[in-house]
């Protein structure tokens, strides 16, 4: 899923990208950009394709770490699995993600 | 089939209430996930999928095993500790092990004795402490179980709110791990204690767990 999000962004379809979000992520990002997801999407500092080189998941929250660097954070819901932040960096120890994406 | 319930009833009566228990608590429990989840923008779950979570396995184990800690320490340490008046305590001149005679082990067993109680050796001592061994490997599976699906949990929280998992061995070092754990313990020491002594001063007819209504409340080891 994640692989998916990115590879999206690689070829330049936001729309493709976006449909990878969550529900609750896309509709944040079009109301801070004012503007459409597929074309807000294509504006953010996303790395953009790449491999996933670890992935774990607890209940119906995961994360993806990119090889080429950027973490990304998924949630399971009825229609599968779904980008909830993306374009994560760790800060400081024990405190969260600064992501370039987030719900 | 009546004198089976009749002679059985005891723990066919505490099966009933454990299950229909343990049910309303995944009941109650899966309304209570999905709750936060909806509060949190977090998709929700079915009630199948909420028996073989984490969250619900984590809420189970943590009083299964607070619950076999209770009866392993009540049973080991009742060896040795005393509560004068308390049935729930041996006779003030008993502390210990006891004798082979008074235990009818050895060549003081009965003919009806379990057999590991007559014999010598390894068998004798595993029989003989039994009871102890087994309740301590439960508690300590059911507290191990309850960290494998803490960890979980608390891990499924921690990428909730963006932030790294932790490995299981950082895991049982956490405040939350031991708050769990303690928060359990404490109320089955508290229990313990308060049946140790009240049962000294209050009695309740018929009931092994009580002295006889008239004995003196300085009669100790005794049941009702």
């Known amino acids: 899923m994640a692989q998916r999000f990115h590879a999206a962004l690689g070829k330049g379809d936001g729309q493709a990208a976006c449909d990878q979000l969550n529900e609750e992520t896309s509709s944040k990002l079009e109301q801070q950009e004012k503007k459409p997801c597929g074309e807000a999407i294509l504006s953010l500092q996303l790395p953009k394709g790449g491999t996933v080189a670890d992935t774990r998941v607890?209940?119906?929250?995961?994360?993806?770490?990119?090889?080429?660097?950027?973490?990304?954070?998924?949630?399971?819901?009825?229609?599968?699995?779904?980008?909830s932040a993306a374009g994560c960096e760790p800060t400081a120890p024990s405190q969260p993600y600064d992501c370039e994406l987030e719900n | 089939m009546r004198r089976f319930l009749r002679d059985n009833s005891m723990s066919i009566v505490f099966l009933m209430l454990f299950l229909a228990a343990l049910c309303g608590q995944a009941i109650a429990g899966h309304a209570d996930f999905n709750d936060t989840a909806v509060?949190?923008?977090?998709?929700?779950?079915?009630?199948?999928?909420?028996?073989?979570?984490?969250?619900?396995?984590?809420?189970?184990?943590?009083?299964?095993?607070?619950e076999y800690l209770q009866f392993t320490l009540f049973i080991l340490l009742t060896v040795w500790l005393l509560q004068r008046g308390s049935p729930e305590s041996k006779e003030?001149?008993?502390?210990?092990?006891e004798s082979d005679e008074s235990q009818k082990v050895g060549p003081y067993a009965?003919?009806?004795?379990?057999?590991?109680?007559?014999v010598a050796g390894i068998r004798?001592?595993?029989?003989?402490?039994?009871?102890?061994?087994v309740m301590t490997t439960i508690w300590l599976g059911t507290w191990l179980a309850q960290s494998l699906t803490g960890v979980a949990q608390y891990n499924a929280d921690?990428?909730?709110?963006?932030?790294?998992p932790l490995s299981w061995s950082h895991y049982i070092t956490t405040a939350s791990f031991w708050e769990n754990t303690l928060e359990n313990w404490q109320s089955e020491f508290l229990a313990v204690?308060?049946?140790?002594?009240?049962?000294?001063?209050?009695?309740?007819?018929?009931?092994?767990?009580?002295?006889?209504?008239g004995a003196p409340h300085g009669a100790t080891g005794v049941e009702g």
């Open chain 2, 193 to 213: 204690g308060s049946m140790a002594i009240l049962a000294v001063y209050l009695r309740q007819r018929g009931s092994p767990e009580s002295k006889p209504v």
């Open chain 2, 110 to 118: 009965q003919q009806n004795s379990p057999r590991w109680a007559k």
């Open chain 2, 158 to 164: 921690q990428l909730d709110h963006q932030q790294d």
């Open chain 2, 124 to 133: 004798r001592t595993l029989f003989e402490n039994s009871l102890v061994l």
């Open chain 2, 92 to 97: 003030l001149d008993k502390p210990g092990r």
């Open chain 2, 39 to 66: 509060s949190h923008g977090d998709p929700t779950i079915s009630l199948g999928r909420y028996v073989l979570s984490s969250d619900f396995g984590s809420a189970v184990m943590e009083n299964w095993q607070s």
């Open chain 1, 58 to 83: 607890y209940i119906t929250s995961a994360f993806a770490t990119l090889a080429e660097g950027g973490t990304d954070f998924l949630d399971e819901g009825p229609d599968g699995w779904r980008v």
